[in-house]
């Protein structure tokens, strides 16, 4: 995986050169061990900034909503699902992009390596299947699968679904995944468990919405949150209003949401935010069979419908 | 320099007494995480010194959301229209572990809510309620750049009293009477040797030595605000930004607030509630004019504000302490030393 970043540097570098694009978007290198930041590259002498690891978490797709120009967009599995998406729902053009495909083999979670060890992170170094941490004091050794985000422990489409371009072979789909362990877990609770649950995951929560911006599908103009005429939402700390915005967020991502887990990624409290919407994809699989952004063809089960589909909600 | 002994045996008795006094406030681990917030102490309850803070310890003095005042508008009853403040605990409290930068930030978060034309009620009471009991922050880790913002991990600019943890003891440095006071009513008396300063002293050195991170504004200070203003770099800067309120709600010199009313049926309540300049619609004007649309001019207020703006209107450093948590916690890894090395090439 290591060696996709020189393919990419010159598919990238061919694109600009070409004038195929105006600007890549990909990651360059952080300022801190474990995160890298988002950026354009525009000239063909710039794509040397650009790399690609296991820490190249939050979804690029985000960064395509409403653009105008040409642009070359590296995405993974998940990232690729939500172009597809954005397609459909018209906030970018199919010909507007160059998509660099690439297989994933999943990305670790720095807020899971950050809790295993007492002192500060200084550096990572990524070997393969293995990731060596150091700190000032200390240097372990310990295998990336054991590190990976939960999402992509679990994820069914590693490989980019729609591409033009690929940045190296395509890896193998996992197979027998309990997709939906943690959400049958959470079901399984009675009431005052599923009320206190939600109590907890929510108690830390400070609405700064980084997991509804870190978000694809979040693309409103004005999400419900701000909407003020008339106002739909407390802006204080009132937990109905906390537990309003996460449970109305997550059903807008219904059918949609390719759990990239960036909200996850994203938030500073470490909320697990997609405890919301893993459900609301099962229940999306269950009834209509559906998996988001699969493919530019077929329109998301909540903006249709089909003769056959489950009515056993009307009494 | 007065310093105070405290042997760590004494600790949880003498924070026991000075309830007496005082409420107490500190770092309290979260429940299944691996951070702490600031919090009222329970009964019992000691602050935890060693756990990182996510959030500052600014939401004490000035929490995220407040209640300004209630209010009926039932024609009625005697007291419609009457805007009536809630009861607000302003008895004596005293904050412990806090790290000095954060302390000094009070200081800044002061020039807004305490000037000469106009005092916030709600913050200064507070304000002026609390002692600040810091804890030296003897291992800076790699994100502390406090030396760069004229404050530092051993600084006593923002508190009453410095707490210097040597191992077996803490040595209670006494920065002012408001120190002297609690440490009297928490019953440590018990005067430090002769070396103790000097044991802070070198103490401080080391910790200082050990800041890897620097930061420079001088360029900045000399350059017009057009010039920065008008760079063409912002775009690089802000192309990440998701415009989320991380930042500004973990700073601890971030001050800006939104005022909401909440009405049920005639009774309402007016709320002040933090706001932040990274939201959309945090310049939205009722005409529907938004004068910071875009992402790029949003991002670049951001930074204009901490690192010039306030710079020249105070002519007292940025409005920044370098305590890292941005930079740590912001998802996209937009880092404010870089943009301060870009403001100031």
């Known amino acids: 995986m290591l060696e996709y970043i020189d393919k990419i540097k010159k598919l990238s570098e061919k694109l600009l050169t070409e004038g195929k694009v105006d600007m890549i978007i990909g990651f360059k290198k952080g ?24 820490l190249c978490t939050i979804n ?57 060890f007492d002192q500060e992170i200084t550096e990572i170094i990524e070997k393969s299947d293995q990731i060596i941490v150091k700190g000032d004091a200390f240097e372990e050794t310990l295998n990336k699968q054991d590190l990976l985000a939960e999402n992509c422990s679990l994820c069914l489409h590693r490989n980019p679904v729609i591409y033009d371009e690929l940045a190296g072979e395509l ?23 599923k009320r206190s649950y939600f109590e907890d ?40 209003d906390i537990e309003t915005f996460h449970f109305l967020r997550a059903y807008h991502c219904a059918g949609r949401c390719t759990d990239c887990g960036s909200c996850v990624q994203a938030c500073p409290m470490g909320i697990d935010v997609r405890a919301f919407t893993k459900k609301l994809e099962k229940d999306c699989f269950n009834l209509y069979g559906w998996e988001a952004g699969l493919s530019v063809d077929q329109p ?10 489950p009515e056993d909600f009307i009494k | 320099m007065k310093v105070i002994k405290i042997d760590k045996k004494a600790w949880a008795g003498g924070l026991e007494k000075s309830r007496s006094g005082y409420k107490l406030f500190g770092p309290v681990k979260e429940k299944n995480k691996n951070f702490g917030i600031f919090k009222e102490l329970g009964e019992k309850q000691m602050p935890d010194l060693k756990i990182e803070t996510r959030l500052s310890p600014k939401s004490v003095i000035y929490p995220q959301s407040e209640v300004m005042f209630e209010y009926s508008t039932d024609e009625t009853r005697d007291d419609c229209n009457l805007m009536k403040a809630p009861e607000k605990d302003c008895s004596p409290r005293a904050i412990i572990g806090i790290s000095p930068y954060d302390a000094a930030a009070f200081l800044i978060l002061k020039r807004n809510f305490d000037t000469p034309e106009y005092k916030d009620p709600y913050w200064c009471n507070s304000f002026e309620a609390s002692t600040f009991i810091g804890i030296a922050v003897n291992e800076p880790d790699s994100t502390d750049f406090s030396t760069s913002t004229k404050t530092g991990p051993f600084d006593t600019s923002g508190l009453d009293i410095l707490l210097v943890d040597t191992g077996d003891d803490y040595l209670a440095q006494v920065v002012t009477p408001k120190g002297e006071k609690y440490l009297k009513t928490a019953g440590w008396e018990v005067e430090a040797g002769g070396d103790a300063a ?82 959309p619609i945090f310049t939205l004007h009722t005409t529907g004019h938004n004068p910071r649309e875009t992402k790029l001019q949003r991002v670049r207020q951001r930074f204009m504000h901490k690192l010039k703006y306030f710079m020249d209107k105070y002519n007292d450093g940025i409005m920044c302490v370098g305590c890292g948590r941005c930079v740590r916690l912001c998802p996209v890894n937009i880092d404010i030393r870089t943009v301060c090395k870009t403001m100031n090439s």
């Open chain 1, 31 to 54: 300022t801190m061990p474990m995160i890298h930041e988002p950026c354009i590259v525009k000239s063909p002498s710039d794509v040397n900034n650009l790399v690609w690891d296991s």
């Open chain 1, 60 to 116: 690029l797709a985000n960064y395509l909503t409403d653009r105008k120009e040409k642009i070359g967009i590296i995405a993974k599995g998940c990232d690729s699902r939500n172009i597809v998406n954005h397609i459909i729902e018209n906030k970018i053009k199919r010909e507007q992009l160059t998509i660099i495909g690439v297989p994933c083999k999943g990305m670790i979670d720095r807020k899971k390596i950050s809790s295993m």
């Open chain 1, 171 to 193: 890896v193998e789909e996992q197979k027998d995944i309990d997709t939906y362990k943690a959400v049958n877990k959470i079901e399984a609770m009675d009431s005052a468990e």
């Open chain 1, 201 to 240: 995951l929510l108690s830390g929560c400070i609405r700064c919405y980084a997991c509804k911006n870190a978000c694809p599908l979040c693309y409103c103009p004005t999400c419900f949150v701000d909407e003020s005429r008339p106002q739909w939402v407390g802006k204080s700390q009132n937990p109905t």
């Open chain 1, 300 to 309: 998301p089960p909540l903006s249709t419908f089909r003769p056959d589909d």
């Open chain 2, 198 to 279: 000097n044991k802070i002293e070198e103490m401080k050195k080391a910790a200082e030595a050990k800041i890897s991170s620097h930061i420079s504004f001088e360029n900045i200070k000399n350059k017009s605000i057009l010039e920065l203003y008008e760079a063409d770099f912002w775009e690089d800067i802000s192309f990440a930004c998701i415009n989320c309120g991380t930042c500004t709600y973990v700073c601890p010199t971030c001050w800006c607030f939104d005022i909401q009313d909440e009405n049920k049926g005639n009774k309402g309540k007016r709320h002040k509630n933090w706001d932040s300049c990274m939201f």
